[in-house]
């Protein structure tokens, strides 16, 4: 029996596991952030509003690029000769020429790896997000340059990982936390 279907049979602590991966990888993001950056304490609806909308739009682009991925035959690129064909080989092999849709999640996914550099977190924190960053890269990949279609339940899981860093964010990024000392004067 392996990993998956091992998940599968117990789906129940399989689903809550990931949904509280993805929380606690959002929670952890959002608290690194509003570390680094204390005026998002200030302006804690506007901020939250914000990157709940950027990470709900990367969460369901990345589900659908998860649930249908774009295959690339590897056998079918070339060695680029020109710079036009070098710029077109960087372009399938990123997955930007299918639509504007994809450039958008490429953006927020860009977006979203420049938070985690300015996020203000300590090592363990940092190397629990790169780890499981790092995960989710590589899945991406075996379903792009493999023959891999995953089934609805793997969708789901990924689903959740994704509804859950969402939600983490939002949860810790809303808090607004008041000064005390301007209550005083």
Request: no cysteine; net charge neutral.
């Amino acid at each position: 029996m392996d990993l998956l279907e091992l998940a599968e049979e117990h789906f129940l602590f399989s689903l809550t596991i990931v949904l509280g991966i993805g929380l606690l990888q959002g929670g952890v993001l959002a608290r690194g952030l509003r570390h680094r950056f204390p005026s998002l304490k200030r302006h804690a609806r506007l901020a939250s509003v914000i990157l709940l909308l950027l990470f709900s739009i990367n969460a369901i682009a990345n589900v659908f690029k998860f649930a249908i991925p774009e295959k690339l035959i590897i056998s079918d690129l070339t060695i680029p000769s020109a710079p036009e064909e070098g710029y077109a080989f960087v372009i399938n092999v990123l997955g930007l020429n299918v639509g504007f849709a994809m450039v958008v999640a490429m953006f927020i996914s860009v977006t979203i790896i420049l938070f985690l550099r300015f996020a203000d977190l300590s090592r363990p924190f940092r190397y629990f997000i790169f780890g499981i960053s790092v995960i989710m890269v590589l899945v991406a990949g075996i379903s792009r340059f493999t023959d891999y279609i995953p089934t609805l339940f793997q969708i789901l899981m990924y689903a959740l990982y994704q509804f859950g860093l969402t939600i983490g964010i939002f949860l810790v990024a809303r808090r607004k936390e008041t000064d005390f000392y301007a209550e005083l004067e």
